[in-house]
Each structure stands twice: as C-alpha cells, then as structure tokens.
C-alpha cells in the first residue's frame, strides 16, 4: 500500500454537552450581554479582544494566540432550524445531517466510504475514545475505534497461547469464525465485518507508538492524551485522513463558571500542544482540525449556570486555514431572540461541505444531502 | 431429572433476570421447576443480602468509596457474588434508565446510595420509584433541581423526566414541561458540607416551601396548584408512561430494540408483547413485580433466546461467574469494573442522561476486541475453578471425539445455540486438535489445553456476544 503523505486529513474534536458559545466568543460591548448574564458573565476587563464588538473567553488564550497567527477559522451562529433542546436528538441531527427525521447513517462515515470506497483501509478513519458516536456508524464502512493505543490486538490473552504458531493459529480461526456468514442476521453480519476489520486495523496501528518520539509535554487529561495519540498514528504514515475524538462534559447548567473555564482550559492548551507537536513532525500542513458542539445555551443565565439553547459557534483550525471570522454573530436584541435562544443564521451542513469540499476535495451534497452556504476557509 | 431443555430454559432466564449461574445452580433451579424459579426470583427478600459486613471488613476502602473505580468495583462485587440475582439486574435496568453519572455528580456514595435506592424499589409500583427518583439527591444534582426556584425555573428535571424517565418525546409540550418544572421547584438537597480530607458527606432531600411555586399549573390538560408528587401522580396514570416503560423492559430482559430516540416513529419489533407488558401495568396500577412476572412467564420471553447483545457489564460479569475466580472478596473488582469501563460501559459515569446506546452499539472494532480478549483471556484459563469443573466434566464424560468435544463445551458453556458456520469452524479446530485422551498425565495435559483453546473460541466468537 503506498500512502502519500500529503493526503489532507481532518481531525474533528466534539464538545459533547453543548458549549456555552457566549461566553467562549464574546461580545464584550453589548450591554444586552451583560444585561442577560447578571452572573455567568465572563467580565469585559478579563476578555481577550478580537475587535470593538467581540472576545476570546481568557481560558482561550492559547487559541487566541494561533488566531493571531492566522490559523483559527471562527464561524459564527451556526445550528440549524427548530433547534431541539434535547441533547439526544441535537447531537444526531449533526452526526446524520438529518433534522427532519431520524437518521442512522453517520455524516463522516460516509466521507470515509467515499475516501475508500472499497474499505480496502481498515485505518481510514480512527475514532479515539470509548464507544463510537452515531457520526461513525454506517454498515460497511470500517472504522477503527481505540480506547488504549498501547492494548490494542485481538485474543491477545489466552493463557499458554503465546507462542507465535499458537498465535497465529488463534488468529486464522477466529478469521474464519468471523468469515461472511449466509442467513444469520444483521446483527451476527455486523459483527463479522466489525471482527475481521478488527484484525487488520490491529495489526498495522499496534506499530505507531513504537516510531513517536517528541519533546512536546501533553497535560494530563483525557483530551491531551487523545491528541497525541492522533499525531502518534497521523505520524506513523498509515493512510488514516479521518480522526475522531470527543471531550467534556460542556452541560453546564449550574456552577458554570469554574467548570467551563476548566474544560476550556483542557482543550485550549491541548490543541496547541497538539499544533506544536505536528510541526515538530512536519506534519501540520496537510491537516486541519474542526470543532463543534451539538446547539449554544440559553442567553439568559438561569442564576449559576446556562440551559439548553440553539445557535452556537464552531471552528476549523490549522496552518493552511485562512483564519478570521465567518458569518454574523447573532443579535442579542430581544425581538431577535427565539424562545429565548439565540437564532442561528448559518446551516451546519454548509460547515461541514466547506471541509468536505475544499479540503477532502469531495462532493458534498450527497453526503450532507444538499446544497448549503460554504464557509471559503481554504 | 430435568432434561436438557429444562436446562435451557433456566439457563435463558438466569442471563437475563440475573448474570448467568454456575451450571450446578441451573441444575438445582431446573428440578425445582421454571415457574418457581420465577417467583424466587421475584421475591429476593426471601434471600439473604450481601453482607455489608464480610464485604467492608476485607475491603475496608468500599464503605462510602471516594470514586472511581472503586465504587464501580463495589457493585461488581454485588452483582458476582449476590443471591438476588433479579434485584441487582433490576439496579442495572434502573440505572441504565434513570441514567445518572459521576462525571457531574463527583460525589459517587451518593450515586452507590442511588443504586441501593434501586435495589429497595426495584420490584415496588413504579410511582413510588419515581417519587424516590425525584427526591433522590444525586439525581437532583444531576439534573439541576438544586437550581429550580420559585420564579425561576430550572427545567432540566423537569424534561428529562418527561422525555427520558417516564412518557417519551412526543407526548408532552413545552409548556407542559415548565409547569412540571414549577411543581418541583423547591425540591432540593441540604447545604453541602464540603468534602474531608477522608471523604464526603452522603447529601440529604429537602423541601423548601418557601422556594416551592405554589401557584396553580396547567399539566397534561389537568389544572392545578400541583406539587411534585401530583405531576408524578399524572404522569404514571399516561398510556404513554406504561407503553415507554414497557418498552424499555422489553429492550433490556427480551430482545433488543432499535435505540430509544426513534421510539416515537419506529413501533416496537413485538407490538403484541408490548401491549401485554402494557396491559399488566394498567391492571396493577403500575406495580413492577407483576410486570416482570408476565414477562418472564411469557412466550415472548420464552422463545426471545440469544436475541440480546449482552451488555459489558453482563459479559464481564457472566464470565466472571462461569470461571469462578470472583466469589466473595478477593483482590482485582477494581480491575473488572475497568473492563466495563473499557469495553463501553462506565458503570456510574453513563455518557450522559440518555445513557448509554444498546444492542448492537455495544459493540464497535475497538469494543468488539476487548471482549473477545477478555473473555477468552479467563475461559481459556484452565486453572480458574470454573474451568477446572468443565475439565473434569468433560473427562469423567469419557468425551474424546471432535464431535463429541465441541458439543459438550457448548452445552457446558450454556447450553449455547451456536450458527452452523461457527460450530463447523470449532469442529475444524477440535478435528485439527485431535481426540481428547486421559490415559497419562502427558495425555491429560494435552487434552486440557485443548480445551483451554476450545472455550477461548468460544467465547471469541461472535455468538458468544448474544445474551
């Protein structure tokens, strides 16, 4: 298998729990603002400005600092109509691209089958973290899903069985039980493919760990340990152009000031460890990274924290990104709101065709099923 | 003497009211008769609880355990070692319902209190459960009814409640929703005494008149100056509460369902069943034992075997029990609840209140290599005591050919109903491996290392992933 190394690739980092988008980007100037957030405010002296009307949250300043440099895309009131405030329901419209009915079918998983469309790359896409989120899922497509790159390997185990004959031995059979199989199910064919992907995927990422080295010193915390281990197989020349990871919980309905800042903190700094990392590699020029979270919250503050809302914010990050705002931040003002929310003025799926198009090169429509607004990030 | 498929039977009931039985106690239930096991099981008062005692006085560190993994640990151990094999699947059912995480909480004896809340109501009417549930204080901390006041409602509680806990999206509107949230503002914990260098204080409910809207409320059509307790009095008097619940039971003890968001537009695989579960419900005023007595007793259930992806905690923990290496206290919970925890299942820490997806999404390439390592890592293990007892079964059985082998390490293991195409491939090995013979200690030797390798197989398989 030859890989050109210069594949584009794309990490994409979900901020499960629905960030609270005003105060990550905040419009420090707007006295509705602080009007509407007597206590889960982030003070206009403590922002890091972007212009007049807008800021970085302070635990964003690693981020604001690769804005400065030009490498952090922001794409203001993104979301989609109707917005439900259930996180259940918010989190599969943007894993299926389906607002309307419920999907099954994830949105990436379909990028990965037409990147392979044979899935002849069981590594075209790995997902870091425990449990495969509905974006992944589609029958057919293999993904790789890892929640401890270093014990990572199938029937690695059985006493006595460690010699490498016996070995392989195990191996072949259990191919074979889970060979294509006529007449037992979806389940027991879901499985069989997901087992024999299994095997394959293992045996080619199980080298990655072993050729990384690198002077960058992660956090400690799941985010941080999760972006490495993205640089360790992106590194590794493995033909893997999807990466998938999740951190949070953003669901900050009470005490959010510390949690939020904490979690910010988390993420911020392992991002731009994780930026570091890559160039120290030369590995940076060819991925980018998008950030997103299933809907905002609520513009008024409930007191000591922020309920479920609608229109939120996202993000795509990296050294061939041409940074800067996109898009309106919405308005504030009360006859503008929507049952309190703020109305989102930009289709999630328009963020997502902006990647699909101008960095995979792909068609977008009949992944995200039609024609949206794109974001020219490129 | 019970027959084969009076083994079979039991051995059905036990992996879904409980987490499998040694094949001693399927033998012993077996002769007693499948309808007098179920009402053992639905009656586990008449069995002795853990004991507190043994278990805090070799693992001290349990008795309120500060977090994870040990508190994960802790009920580990209950569901291996307990004698209520019912009530503790019926904590897990709950939990995986009312799904409450310590990701939020960070006080997890609050949560192991709210599991041992399960336990006590598992098998009561479901009203009481949800009044317990409401005034729970993990779950009030969980879903923010600490932050719902008089004039300012926090409506979390409130939705998820409706939405999650009891009627499904779709029965309800958005008003309906903040009036529920207004009838429970007040109900709150007591002030939180801060944390000790030794641990936590357990939380306590509270109710606060003067933080309770004691105005009138309009809810599910009805008018009112509702309380909690009148919004939860509505709420399981809803055809939609008993058709959701009866859903969820279906999905977690018969046959897996497609995932709980898509309820309201996909009709349950078995309509009939539900309607019956239904029908129970009403007729009971909602009371859980005699739920669960139909579904055990029913045809449904009956002919539902092998029709559930097992959960990770029910695969690690049936292995477990099968290798025999877990009862009473020992070393290494801590490492069984990590399995869990790696295999997509953190006890304790669900991913959100929409807990953890089922049936098939268990399992994933990463999921999926987990439990296959796991499983075969202990039933490949012929010196664990469970093991030993099939070994010696299988040798004082005279078993020598292939044939023979495979079949009797199925029905050993189960009994198991293994597809075709994956008994041939065991076939294939055990004709490969050859006769099992126990003339000479050499002899012996080899045949227990292929039977060692035999129940790997097994348990590597994907059969073996079905409960």
Known sequence: ?378 | MPDKEDIASIAHLMRRAGFGASRQELEERAAKGYEATVEDLLHPEEQPPIDDDILYRFMPGYEGALGPPINQAEWVYRMVNTQRPLEEKLALFWHQLFATGNSKVDNPPEITQQIAMFRRQALGSFRDLLVELAKNPAMIWWLDNNGNHNGAINENWGRELLELFSMGVGNYSEDDIKDASRAFTGWTIEPKIPRNPLGRFYWNFEYRAEDHDDGEKSFLGQTGRFNGEDIIDIVVKQPATARFLARHLYNFFVADEPQVPSWNINPPNDPDAVDQLVAAYDESDGDLRSMMRLLFNSDFFKNARFARVKSPAELVVSTVKMAGNYQGPRPGFNMLAMECNWQGQELLNPPSVESWHTGGEWIDGGALVRRVNFAAGLMGDTSLPGIREIVEELRQRGVSAPEEFVDACLDLVGPLEFSESTRSELLDQATEDGELNWDTDEDAEKSEKKIGVMLALITASRDFQFA
């Open chain 1, 1 to 378: 298998m030859t890989v050109t190394k210069k594949d584009p690739v794309v990490v994409i980092l979900q901020l499960t729990g629905a960030n609270d988008y005003l105060n990550t980007i905040i419009p420090y100037n707007n006295g509705e603002y602080y009007d509407n957030r007597p206590k889960v405010n982030i003070p206009q002296d403590t922002v890091l400005p972007i212009d007049d009307e807008l800021a970085f949250n302070p635990n964003l300043a690693p981020l604001k600092k690769m804005y400065d440099d030009g490498n952090v895309a922001i794409i203001h009131g993104i979301g989609f109509e109707n917005s439900p405030r259930s996180h259940f329901r918010a989190m599969d419209i943007w894993h299926t691209c389906e607002p309307d009915v419920v999907g099954t079918e994830g949105w990436v998983a379909k990028v990965v089958r037409d990147l392979d469309p044979k899935g002849e790359n069981v590594l075209k896409c790995v997902n870091f973290g425990q449990g495969l989120p509905r974006a992944l899922a589609l029958r057919g497509v293999p993904i790789t899903s890892v929640s401890n790159l270093e014990s990572y390997g199938v029937m690695s185990s059985v006493p006595g069985m460690t010699g490498e004959q016996d070995r392989a031995r195990l191996l072949d059979r259990f191919a074979r039980m889970y060979a294509p199989a006529i007449g037992t199910g979806a389940t027991m064919d879901y499985l069989g493919q997901t087992g024999r992907d299994a095997l394959k995927g293992a045996d080619i990422i199980k080298a990655a760990p072993e050729q990384y080295t690198s002077t960058i010193e992660y956090a400690d915390n799941g985010i941080a340990k999760y972006l490495r281990d993205v640089v360790r197989v992106h590194t590794a020349n493995l033909g893997t152009q999807i990466f998938y990871t999740a951190h949070g919980p953003f669901d900050t309905h009470f005490n959010q000031p510390p949690m939020h800042a904490r979690l910010w903190t988390e993420v911020s700094r392992a991002i731009s460890d994780f930026f570091d990392d890559l160039r120290e590699h030369d590995a940076a020029d060819n991925l980018v990274m998008m950030i997103f979270t299933e809907f905002g919250r609520r513009v008024r503050d409930n007191g000591t924290g922020t309920d479920h809302g609608a229109g939120g914010g996202a993000f795509i990050i990296g050294d061939n990104v041409k940074g800067g705002m996109y898009g309106t931040y919405p308005s504030l003002k009360p006859e503008d709101l929507n049952q309190g929310d703020l109305d989102p003025n930009y289709d999630f799926r328009g963020f997502y065709s902006s990647v699909i198009d101008q960095w995979l090169g792909l068609d977008p429509v009949p992944i995200v099923g039609g024609q949206f607004e794109q974001v020219q990030f490129v």
